[in-house]
Nanobody, 122 residues
Framework: QVRLVESGGGSVQAGGSLRLSCAASGRTFRHAMGWFRQAPGKEREFVAAISWDGVSSHYGDSVKGRFTISQNNAKTTVYLQMNSLRPEDTAVYYC????????????????WGQGTQVTVSS
């Protein structure tokens, strides 16, 4: 059984920063970890992913250069550092795990957290 719990969301002004955390438990050994986001009425969008060993990472075009994905040494927590936030970054952010080494597609992820709200105001 896999459980993912996101935290760190909140409301910030445009240009500000937030750091999201995803605490993982269960059978996630050598699973990729990813972040997705979804705004009301929109499709879930890929944000960032990291391989189990932290060697490989990938970012969606809309966040590249602004967001950074990382993990702790024990590989039990994944972070998403979000800088230079924009109103269009407003969404519920979800953490997820994938059996692949690294992946960017929603269908490649099999377990999802409950989500954490990020709101960016102008």
């Amino acid at each position: 059984q896999v459980r993912l719990v996101e935290s760190g969301g909140g409301s910030v002004q445009a240009g500000g920063s937030l750091r999201l955390s995803c605490a993982a438990s269960g059978r996630t050994f050598r699973h990729a970890m990813g972040w997705f986001r979804q705004a009301p009425g929109k499709e879930r969008e890929f944000v960032a992913a990291i391989s189990w060993d932290g060697v490989s990472s990938h970012y969606g075009d809309s966040v590249k250069g602004r967001f950074t994905i990382s993990q702790n040494n024990a590989k039990t927590t994944v972070y998403l550092q979000m800088n230079s936030l924009r109103p269009e970054d407003t969404a519920v952010y979800y953490c997820a795990t994938s059996p692949r080494r690294i992946a960017t597609g929603t269908d490649d992820y099999d377990y999802w957290g409950q989500g954490t709200q990020v709101t960016v105001s102008s």
